[in-house]
């Protein structure tokens, strides 16, 4: 029995890990259209913001600061979540099952570069944000070239989580070790990566709270010398609002998913698979919030997404009218703007002259 559990089973798909799981993961008919519906939902809006977000940082120059790079960068990431929900979302339930071992590992190898990449790409802006808040100033003093290896890094990184387990830290030949949630997954592995992105997690937590704290404090000190509304436009007092939202969407959609990670990991009796569809839920949604808390509620990042969605009115009116025009006259209106007129018209339209 040691020596099967030792053996390896690239060949396998995988009904066999989920066999040797001994975990039921049986999706009831109505759970999985509503995950898939409710999903599709989110995923298009996902897809729909954050492109909206990556062209407005393009089109717009004033948009051209080290901040705005990184948020496009942000949205990027959360793009490419969509896709991966997407892909995830038609290729669960029985579907999974009859999977290859290299279908799966692109699964989930779409699914953890894409959420790597949003929580270091969350870390990189709070870290940007806290250089210029020290500063005291609405953009730091990043070059594009820090700020293009910042991007880099961040990709780097999460292409390097989402690879290690097909690399080979997975339990492919050592069933024994095999987790609940993930059936290929070595569970020292989901112990690694949930205790990494929950230690990332709290350096964001405790530069944001650094953040808040200093933000209050120099607050405090310049209210008595600058008049309310210069104050609340040329400080980031806005930044506190912001903070909070963002600690609290990453606090809930994120923390209980790394929890129920950890959980795996660490105990093999515990029964985790009924929290695994409402979890990816919430990923989803933090995906869905990303856009609006870092950019629907910046008034000139609005006026651009409103100026888009002029152009490609205008652009799709312009299209229908070239087309309207294309079209070829009917035979009633071709013959009868050929035919020459009458005498009778012409006498007609010589008496309406005269009177």
């Known amino acids: ?40 939902l989110f995923c298009c809006f996902i897809l729909l913001s954050n492109a909206m977000v990556i062209a407005a940082v393009i089109t717009n120059k004033r948009f051209h600061y080290p901040f705005y790079y990184l948020l496009a ?18 290729n669960t339930g029985e ?26 790409n969350l870390l990189v802006i709070a870290l940007e944000r806290y250089i210029s808040v020290m500063n005291w100033k609405v953009h730091s003093n990043l070059t594009k070239r820090r700020v293009t290896l910042l991007i880099v890094l961040v990709w780097a990184i999460s292409i390097f989580m989402g690879a290690v387990p097909s690399l080979g830290w997975n339990c492919i030949c050592n069933l024994g070790d095999c987790s609940q ?45 600058t008049s309310g509304s210069i104050n609340r ?7 506190i609002k912001t903070v909070m939202v963002v600690l609290g969407a ?5 923390t ?3 929890v129920v990670l950890l959980l795996d990991g660490l105990c093999k009796s515990c029964k985790v698979m009924k929290l695994k569809r409402w979890l990816l839920l919430l990923a989803v949604l933090n995906s869905v919030m990303n856009p609006c808390i ?15 969605m002029r152009c490609i009115g205008n652009g799709t009116r312009r299209q229908r009218s070239t087309r309207a025009n294309a079209r070829p006259l009917s035979s009633a209106q071709d013959t009868g703007n050929s035919q020459p007129p009458s005498e009778e018209t012409k006498n007609d339209d010589q008496g309406i002259l005269k009177t």
């Open 1 to 40: 029995m040691a020596q099967q559990n030792h053996s390896c089973h690239y060949n396998k798909d995988m009904g066999f890990f989920y066999n040797n799981s001994g975990v039921k993961d049986d999706w009831d008919k109505t759970q999985l259209i509503l995950v898939q519906v409710v999903g599709s």
């Open 73 to 90: 960068n942000l949205a990027a990431s959360d793009f490419l979540a969509g896709i991966a929900y997407v892909y995830l979302m038609f």
């Open 95 to 120: 579907v999974s099952r009859k999977l290859t071992v290299k279908g799966y590992f692109i699964r989930q190898g779409l699914l953890d570069i894409s959420l790597s990449a949003s929580l270091a």
């Open 181 to 225: 949630l993930a059936p290929i997954f070595s569970r020292s592995y989901l112990i690694f990566w949930s205790v990494s992105n929950l230690v990332v997690f709290l350096v964001m937590v405790a530069i944001y709270m650094r953040i808040y704290i200093y933000v209050k404090k120099k607050t405090s000190v310049l209210m008595p010398h």
């Open 233 to 239: 436009k040329r400080t980031p007092i806005k930044l």
């Open 250 to 254: 990453f606090v809930i959609c994120w």
């Open 256 to 258: 209980p998913g790394l």
């Open 294 to 308: 870092y950019s629907y509620k910046d008034e000139e990042m609005w006026t651009t997404f409103k100026n888009l």
